[in-house]
């Protein structure tokens, strides 16, 4: 089945430092995936939709200065949370749709600490 | 607006009854119909989905749903429950098929707690 990947899996970083998440489709092309937030026992929170050699696009009240999303190739996308505090803190899931079936499959998930 | 609402929190049972987890969906034009489960500290795991045809469907690890258009459900259930189900479930809509169109709309989660 299609698989895909995110490193690390858990980070902490200090106050004001960069993190970088990576999400990987390790056997499929995706031309879209996108960046949840989850915080300690709610839902998902869409973050942004990522497409492969454009700007990536916000949800509404997601500081895209913040969250830099980087879609370089068709299979991995980053997300960057610049100058980290504490309450960025949290679950960060990337999804990405299989170009050839249009399905919508998960990552593993990456915690983040900031400290 | 698309939305789906998860009306239990929490849901107990015991190992071997059956279960239900209960969702309810909001969408305009033809739903897609997810289910989704999460284990602690790990990414979601698809169970099953609905797109169209016969209204019940069966998934991974013994788990079905009905999709009801009337009521507007899709209800997840097991007809025996096991300890090792206790876990974090996610209904979600989609409404439109692949690309941008493809982002799901999550429930708020059912936790599923099965007691031996």
């Known amino acids: 089945g299609a698989v895909v990947s995110q490193h690390p899996s858990w980070v902490i970083c200090k106050s004001g430092t960069s993190v970088k998440i990576e999400c990987r489709s390790l056997?499929?092309?995706?031309?879209?995936m996108f960046w949840y937030r989850q915080f300690p026992k709610q839902s998902l929170m869409l973050m942004a939709t990522s497409n492969e050699g454009s700007k990536a696009t916000y949800e509404q009240g997601v500081e895209k200065d913040k969250f830099l999303i980087n879609h370089a190739s068709l299979t991995l996308s980053t997300l960057t949370v610049t100058s980290a505090h504490p309450e960025d803190s949290s679950f960060y899931i990337c999804?990405?749709?299989?170009?050839?079936?249009?399905?919508?499959?998960f990552g593993p998930g990456t915690r983040l600490t900031v400290t | 607006a698309q939305s789906v609402a998860q009306p239990e929190d929490q849901v107990n049972v015991a190992e071997g009854n059956p279960l239900t987890v209960k969702c309810t969906y909001s969408v305009s034009g033809n739903p897609y119909l997810f289910w989704y489960v999460q284990y602690p500290n790990r990414g979601l795991q698809f169970l099953l989905k609905?797109?169209?045809?016969?209204?019940l469907v069966k998934g991974s690890y013994g788990f079905e749903a009905e999709f009801n258009k009337s009521q507007t459900s899709f209800h997840l259930k097991k007809p025996s429950a096991l300890v090792s189900d206790s876990a974090l479930y996610f209904c979600a809509v989609r409404d439109g098929y692949g690309g941008s169109q493809g982002n799901l709309i999550f429930g708020k989660g059912t936790k599923l707690s099965v007691k031996p």
């Open positions: 056997d499929f092309q995706a031309t879209t």
């Open positions: 999804s990405a749709i299989s170009d050839w079936d249009y399905e919508q499959y």
């Open positions: 609905y797109i169209t045809g016969d209204n």
